[in-house]
C-alpha cells in the first residue's frame, strides 16, 4: 500500500458527494483504496454534518446512457 490523498465519493439520496484530499492506502497494482478506522470515522462526520457545511464548491458531472441493447 502507498499512502495518497484520493478523492472519495458517495452517493447520499440520490446525490453525489465528493469528499476531497482523503488519506488512504492505495494498492499499486489494483488501485483499492483503503482508508484507516480514524479515517473513516471523520468521513462519517462529514456526512452527517454536511447539511450544516458552509459553502462548498460544487462540480458538473456529465451523464451518458447506455443505449445498446443487452443480449
Given at each position: 500500500m502507498q499512502e495518497q490523498?484520493?478523492?472519495?465519493?458517495?452517493?447520499?439520496?440520490?446525490?453525489?458527494?465528493?469528499?476531497?484530499?482523503?488519506?488512504?492506502?492505495?494498492?499499486?497494482?489494483?488501485?483499492?483504496?483503503?482508508?484507516?478506522?480514524?479515517?473513516?470515522?471523520?468521513?462519517?462526520?462529514?456526512?452527517?454534518?454536511?447539511?450544516?457545511?458552509?459553502?462548498?464548491?460544487?462540480?458538473?458531472?456529465?451523464?451518458?446512457?447506455?443505449?445498446?441493447?443487452?443480449?
Amino acid at each position: 500500500m502507498q499512502e495518497q490523498r484520493v478523492n472519495q465519493d458517495f452517493w447520499l439520496k440520490g446525490k453525489l458527494v465528493v469528499i476531497e484530499s482523503v488519506p488512504a492506502g492505495v494498492c499499486p497494482q489494483c488501485g483499492e483504496k483503503i482508508v484507516k478506522a480514524d479515517v473513516g470515522r471523520q468521513l462519517t462526520t462529514l456526512i452527517a454534518n454536511l447539511r450544516r457545511a458552509p459553502k462548498r464548491k460544487t462540480i458538473a458531472v456529465p451523464v451518458i446512457r447506455y443505449v445498446k441493447a443487452v443480449a
